[in-house]
């Protein structure tokens, strides 16, 4: 995969942990689903993993998903991406494998049987490795492909998706930032910040205060809300 994720990751212990598992996982074919609260950088560290963590064996694709999101879009989307093999058969090029990122997995809005349509078809091929052929009414296999999800906990339109589903995946729970955490990452992003305008030493100097006392500020507010 080409190298062109921009996002700035600032490491940590959770991120290493993370960043670990993945690459076992993935490299031997495993698929995975990223879960944690909004912000614990589930996204950012699937993105970079994909685009600069893995080796030349592997293509990666990306979904995001929504409450729109239809069955027949997906289908289509990762159809169109794909090289024929042979009859009845895609997958990536000869000799790569084809990692697809599908972001806000538990986004798409549920039918009046309580399904997800979009989920359900990535289920068929999980389960069946493939899907029908629309126009043709035939099965299509689709061969050397893999996925790993992110999803945050129901709520604010996410829902709940199928056991069914989730038992295809290996989960890994990126958990929220410590104090700890939130300083050095926070404080790095300030430094740079700071490093890059016409600021004077005694300004440049006041990155970790004004960080610990946001955070005690938001940690606060939390807590009475």
Not at 67 to 78: K, L, M, S, V
Not at 91 to 118: F, H, S, W
Request: proline share 4%.
């Amino acid at each position: 995969a080409s190298s062109t994720y921009s996002e700035v990751v600032v490491p940590t212990v959770d991120y290493f942990r993370n960043e670990f598992l993945m690459d076992e996982l993935l490299n031997n074919g495993y698929h995975v689903l990223c879960t944690g609260e909004t912000g614990t950088g589930k996204s950012v560290s699937v993105k970079k993993k994909l685009l600069e963590g893995m080796d030349e064996h592997f293509t990666s694709m990306f979904l995001n998903f929504s409450a729109q999101t239809q069955a027949n879009q997906t289908q289509d989307i990762i159809d169109s991406k794909l090289d024929k093999r042979r009859k009845g058969v895609l997958g990536p090029p000869v000799g790569k494998r084809c990692v697809i990122m599908v972001d806000d997995l538990n986004m798409p809005a549920k039918e009046i049987y309580g399904a997800q349509p979009p989920v359900e078809i990535l289920r068929q091929w999980m389960d069946h490795a493939g899907w029908y052929d629309r126009d043709e009414n035939v099965f299509r296999e689709l061969v050397d492909i893999q996925f790993i999800a992110a999803m945050g906990p129901p709520g604010g339109g996410r829902t709940f998706i199928t056991q069914r589903y989730i038992r295809h995946f290996n989960v890994l729970n990126f958990v929220p930032f410590s104090d700890q955490s939130l300083t050095r990452v926070f404080v790095t992003i300030v430094d740079w910040f700071l490093a890059k305008g016409n600021y004077g030493v005694a300004v440049k100097g006041l990155s970790e205060k004004v960080v610990k006392a946001t955070i005690d500020v938001y940690n606060t507010i939390s807590l009475n809300l």
